[in-house]
Nanobody, 128 residues
Framework: QVQLVESGGGLVQAGGSLRLSCAAS????????MGWFRQAPGKEREFVAT????????YYADSVKGRFTISRDNAKNTVYLQMNSLKPEDTAVYYC?????????????????????WGQGTQVTVSS
């Protein structure tokens, strides 16, 4: 049973920064792609970023490119999302996710349907 636990959310002013963490357990973390998604009130869950099993490849949504950075520490079974230059429209519950399928890194899934395991989410609120 894969378990994902997010932390690091909170309230921040526009232009500020936050770093989210997601601790994984239950299988070989280092073998799998990891992703971050978010869901704002009244909106569908949307893709934010994903990272290959080795950390060598990343892919971002256009809305966060250049502001957010996804990274991982396989020794700590943890994936991170560094969020800089935050905007009020970044306000959402942020989820980390893991697929059940192994991806080599040449393809990084960005659809929520490609991910099987989800954390409980952490709230990020950006005030204007």
């Amino acid at each position: 049973q894969v378990q994902l636990v997010e932390s690091g959310g909170g309230l921040v002013q526009a232009g500020g920064s936050l770093r989210l963490s997601c601790a994984a357990s239950g299988r070989t973390f280092s073998s799998y792609v990891m992703g971050w998604f978010r869901q704002a009130p009244g909106k569908e869950r949307e893709f934010v970023a994903t990272i290959s099993w080795s950390g060598g490849s990343t892919y971002y949504a256009d809305s966060v490119k250049g502001r957010f950075t996804i990274s991982r520490d396989n020794a700590k079974n943890t994936v991170y999302l560094q969020m800089n230059s935050l905007k009020p429209e970044d306000t959402a519950v942020y989820y980390c996710a893991a697929p059940d399928t192994w991806y080599s890194g040449s393809y990084l899934p960005s659809s929520a349907y490609d991910y099987t395991y989800w954390g409980q989410g952490t709230q990020v609120t950006v005030s204007s």
